[in-house]
């Protein structure tokens, strides 16, 4: 009787490999640049369609296969990087396991040029779905190009699972640049789309991380060196002040090779301990060399975990040196003019404007004269905040008949007397005590408003995030949006990722009120802003708006449209902890009550509560 076993073909058993090691167009893009780096390229040329669910080409100028190892190379375990179990613990190759090239080409149409050297004519293959469909000869350079197209057209389920082009095109990007900060010595182009992304001529390792992340990255950096008997470490950490939110610019490349690895990071952010503020995330770029044979790479199928030897000691050596070499270069206050000086002001004050202090001298002052009234009190100037609000024109809702009866409230109020005249002008800004609108700012966080039957508590930075929520998401879908132009266009640097991404969103900036002069590869040019937005706030805002918009990235243009409008009201509104005056309080309830949705911040947080006289009562 025979048994129920059976060997699976090979084209099924490739199909089920490439599920671990092709999960999305990025895995081919990272395993084809590493080939090319195996086969010690000068130049790597990536292209690629539609985030590579079209086309993901990559062109080297390397070693090229001759007839029988082209062939080869799409069988599975057809490696020429290693012969025995021991190589293993030696390796100076990205690849090793052979894999890479049979599961890309179980999942989707392959074609293969390449030549050696020495050879007269190359090699032309075609492969679809495993399955050989032609090879020729052909004139052709140097080298090897591989062409991967339809990537998944046999397992539409895998294709289905693929998210936009944005996200996938990130990924992309995430891997390319793995691999270019690893080989500065390497040039490396990409094309996404027919446009350039990245042009990295060969250069050394501090010149490849400014060309990949921009040229404001130069100043940010301070080198890293260290040689001891189990790890060399050379590279660059970022000073604390260009410190971010995100983890974007955060690398180990051990043995050439990037790796993920939570200990060292937890290493690094120990030697940054009190430096940072508010969370935020460091640069680094370091690049690690252990011997080959201290560390296991094999233990994750798409390799980025490795598993050191003696983690305790690399981490020790890491913090320490990272540690020395911040305490070298910044020990000593720098003094840097393009630093954002308000950063030194303490929370209250840094956004007052400093009013020159007039000396009042009271000529008529006889310190003999007995005192017949109350000294008058000055007040503090002009206040500086600026909270940004265009006039609303709505008709009076009807939320305002909770005012009737003010008149006579005010009265009771305004005569109350405070025992000591010292105390009041503590507790109470002097401006709100001498307005008689009842309305102030409490503790710089909540507008108190009173009203005929309570008092209104208003959360003054909700209430401004729902204000201005509103405003541009209609702003937005109507395209109708005033925008004020700047005298000096802004010139605001992004890192190539950044950019993408504010290309992608440029329309939507646009209905709000933005005018962008020009998109570059890292630079935009802004001559024009919404009129709720200061020039000085805009870098940030934009950053900040980016961020976000990445970390959750909406998949349809509806709740991207509501997104890029809820978050650029988050960091547009007034904060806690920001003085207003008067007339900035009065502008903040009355667009509050003129809104939609009052109730809740776009963050669902509730904006306001009241307390009627008769929660008061119960209290005494
Ligand atoms: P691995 O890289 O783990 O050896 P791959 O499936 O990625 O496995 O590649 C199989 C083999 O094909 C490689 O070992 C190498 O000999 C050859 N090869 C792949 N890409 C290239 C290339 N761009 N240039 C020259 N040889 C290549
Ligand atoms: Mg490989």
């Not at 339809?150 to 390319?176: G, M, Q, T, W, Y």
């Not at 000396?359 to 008529?364: F, L």
């Not at 000085?536 to 409008?565: G, R």
């Not at 547009?572 to 939609?596: D, P, Q, R, S």
Request: proline share 4%; hydrophobic share 40%; charged share 25%.
């Amino acid at each position: 009787m025979s048994g129920i076993i059976q060997l699976l073909p090979d084209h099924v058993a490739n199909q089920i490999a490439a599920g671990e090691v092709v999960q999305r167009p990025a895995s081919v893009v990272k395993e084809l640049i590493e080939n090319a780096v195996d086969a010690k390229a000068t130049e790597i040329k990536l292209i690629v369609k539609d985030a590579g669910k079209t086309l993901i080409q990559v062109i080297d100028n390397g070693s090229g296969m001759n007839v029988t190892d082209a062939r080869l190379c799409f069988e599975r375990h057809a490696t020429s990087k290693i012969r025995h179990a021991e190589d293993l613990f030696a390796l100076h190759t990205k690849g090793f396991r052979g894999e890479a090239l049979a599961s890309i080409a179980a999942v989707a149409h392959v074609e293969l040029k390449t030549k050696q050297e020495q050879e007269e004519l190359g090699i032309h293959i075609i492969i679809e779905g495993s399955k050989l469909v032609t090879q020729d000869v052909a004139v052709l350079p140097k080298g090897t190009s591989f062409l991967v197209k339809n990537l998944f057209f046999n397992i539409p389920a895998r294709r289905n699972f693929l998210k936009s082009d944005n996200v996938e095109l990130k990924h992309i990007i995430d891997e390319f640049e793995r691999v270019a900060l690893a080989h500065p010595n390497i040039s490396f182009t990409m094309i996404s789309n027919g446009s350039e992304v990245f042009n990295l001529p060969s250069s050394n390792y501090r010149q490849r991380i400014v060309n990949i992340f921009g040229g404001k990255t130069n100043e940010k950096l301070v080198p890293v060196t260290e040689e001891t008997e189990i790890l060399k470490i050379s590279g660059f950490v970022g000073k604390p002040e260009f410190s971010k939110k995100n983890r974007s610019e955060q690398f180990f490349l051990v043995n050439d090779r990037f790796i993920k690895s939570p200990f060292l990071h937890h290493a690094i952010m120990s030697a940054y301990e009190g430096l940072l503020k508010d969370n935020n995330q460091p640069s680094y770029f370091l690049y690690l060399e252990v011997p080959p044979h201290t560390i296991d790479i094999n233990i994750h199928p798409t390799k980025t975990e490795v598993k050191f030897d003696d983690e305790q000691a690399l981490y020790a050596i890491l913090r320490s040196t990272v540690k020395h070499s911040l305490g070298m270069f910044n020990v000593a206050p720098v003094l840097d003019f393009e630093r954002d000086a308000t950063l030194d002001v303490p929370y209250h004050y840094k956004d007052k404007v400093l009013d020159t202090p007039i000396i009042q001298v009271d000529s008529t002052f006889n310190p003999f004269a007995i005192e017949t009234e109350p000294k008058k009190s000055y007040s503090s100037g002009t206040s500086s905040s600026s909270v940004s609000y265009t006039k609303n024109t709505i008709s009076q809702p009807s939320w305002e008949s909770l005012y009737t009866d003010l008149k006579q409230d005010t009265f009771e109020v305004a005569s109350v007397s405070f025992e000591n005249e010292v105390v009041a002008s503590k507790l109470f800004d002097e401006e709100i005590v001498e307005s008689q609108t009842l309305m102030y700012q409490f503790n710089r966080k909540y507008i108190i408003k009173s009203m005929k039957s309570g008092l209104l508590v208003i959360h003054q930075n909700r209430a401004h995030q729902r204000i201005l929520y509103e405003q541009f998401l209609t702003n937005i879908t109507v395209l109708h949006a005033s925008s004020q132009q700047l005298l000096f266009p802004l010139e605001i640097q992004f890192s190539r990722e950044e950019m993408m991404y504010l290309k992608e969103i440029q329309p939507n900036l646009e209905g709000i009120g933005f005018a962008f002069e020009k998109m570059g590869l890292d630079v935009a040019v802004i001559s024009g802003l919404p009129a709720q937005i200061a020039d000085t706030e805009v870098n940030s805002i934009l950053h900040d708006l980016i961020y976000n918009l990445q970390e959750n990235l909406p998949e349809d243009s509806f709740s991207l449209t509501d997104s890029i409008s809820k978050f650029m009201a988050r960091s547009v509104a007034v904060k806690t902890g920001k003085y207003l005056n008067t007339a900035e309080l009065e502008n903040i309830v009355n667009g509050l009550f003129a809104c939609k949705d009052p109730n809740v911040s776009p963050f669902n947080k509730p904006i306001f509560i009241t307390l009627t006289t008769e929660d008061l009562d119960k209290r005494f």
